[in-house]
Each structure stands twice: as structure tokens, then as C-alpha cells.
């Protein structure tokens, strides 16, 4: 059983930047696949970014690529989001995600380790 624990969202202007943070703990996380997704006025459990188990190969929503980067510290048993450019349509809970057999995916369905979510919320 892995546990995920996201820290990191707040309140920022449009245009700032932020850096999610999810550190797991319970399981091999050197052998899970990491995503983050998140939950919007618009849209629910949104993909957002994932990562695979080495932390070289990555893939993002077209509503994020340019602007945000997922990355993984093997060592810390920790992914983090780190967000540029915010827009106030970037406002959202992040929930960060593991999925077992370590490749990325952009579907909800394919993790099945949640944390419980940060906020973050971006001003105009």
C-alpha cells in the first residue's frame, strides 16, 4: 500500500509559480508510475502530467505543456509539479497519483494510489 502526501499549493498571482510537492511512503516508489491530476470548476480529475518509474519519459495536457514540469527524486520518494506561468484557470485541488508496473498514463482509472490534495488557487 503506498500513501501520497501533495504540499506546496497556495495563493499566487497570475503569471507567478509554484512547485507541488507529493512524497510517498509504503511501498517501492523507484518501481511506480506518478501522475498529477486535478479538480477544477470545469473539469473533474483533470490530467494534468505523469511521469514513469526512471523519470525519463514524461507527458503533459496540452492546457499545461510549456508551462508546467513534472519531475521525480528516486531518493526522497518524491514527484513534484513544478508550475510557471499560472493562469487563473490553473485553479484546481492537485491530487498526485501511483500507478503499479511503473509507465505513464493520462487516465484516472490507471492509478490506483491517491493523496488527499492541495490547493491551489491563482488570482487575476
Known amino acids: 500500500q503506498v500513501q501520497l502526501v501533495e504540499s506546496g499549493g497556495g495563493l499566487v498571482q497570475a503569471g507567478g509559480s509554484l512547485r507541488l510537492s507529493c512524497v510517498a511512503s509504503?511501498?517501492?516508489?523507484?518501481?511506480?508510475?506518478m501522475a498529477w491530476f486535478r479538480h477544477t470548476d470545469w473539469k473533474q480529475r483533470e490530467f494534468v502530467a505523469t511521469?514513469?518509474?526512471?523519470?525519463?519519459?514524461?507527458s503533459y495536457s496540452d492546457s499545461v505543456k510549456g508551462r508546467f514540469t513534472i519531475s521525480r527524486d528516486n531518493a526522497k520518494n518524491t514527484v513534484y509539479l513544478q508550475m510557471n506561468s499560472l493562469k487563473v484557470e490553473d485553479t484546481g485541488v492537485y491530487y498526485c497519483?501511483?500507478?503499479?508496473?511503473?509507465?505513464?498514463?493520462?487516465?484516472?482509472?490507471?492509478?490506483?494510489?491517491w493523496g488527499q490534495g492541495t490547493q491551489v488557487t491563482v488570482s487575476s
Open positions: 497519483a501511483a500507478r503499479r508496473g511503473g509507465e505513464i498514463s493520462r487516465v484516472a482509472w490507471g492509478f490506483q494510489y
Open positions: 511521469i514513469n518509474h526512471r523519470g525519463d519519459n514524461t
Open positions: 509504503g511501498g517501492t516508489f523507484s518501481t511506480v508510475g
